[in-house]
Nanobody, 123 residues
Framework: QVQLVESGGGLVQAGGSLRLSCAAS????????MGWFRQAPGKQREFVAA????????YAVDSVKGRFTISRENAKNTVYLQMNTLKPEDTAVYYC????????????????WGQGTQVTVSS
């Protein structure tokens, strides 16, 4: 079965950095677009960033542009989210997603999801 396992979350002070990883198994990773979403308490899950199967194109929500970078290593079946200059408002559970549809900000357009990793940014 398909598994997406996120890691790398934790507690960091504002201005700090974290790198999230998502290891995929049970699918042909190089044929899937990959995305990162986040969900803060009491809020809807929101799109953060996405990368096409080839890694040639990436997308990010305006609030993280210039601070977060998505990348992938198809040989390792892994997608990353490098997060720099973190802010308290980045605090959320971060989820990895995989899908063959065009990368979308809509969670329903993604097929597979990980269990999430908590990121907490203190002020």
């Amino acid at each position: 079965q398909v598994q997406l396992v996120e890691s790398g979350g934790g507690l960091v002070q504002a201005g700090g950095s974290l790198r999230l990883s998502c290891a995929a198994s049970g699918l042909t990773f190089s044929t899937y677009n990959m995305g990162w979403f986040r969900q803060a308490p009491g809020k809807q899950r929101e799109f953060v960033a996405a990368i096409r199967r080839s890694g040639g194109s990436t997308y990010a929500v305006d609030s993280v542009k210039g601070r977060f970078t998505i990348s992938r290593e198809n040989a390792k079946n892994t997608v990353y989210l490098q997060m720099n200059t973190l802010k308290p408002e980045d605090t959320a559970v971060y989820y990895c997603a995989a899908g063959r549809n065009e990368p979308s900000q809509r969670p329903g357009r993604w097929t597979y999801w990980g269990q999430g990793t908590q990121v907490t940014v203190s002020s």
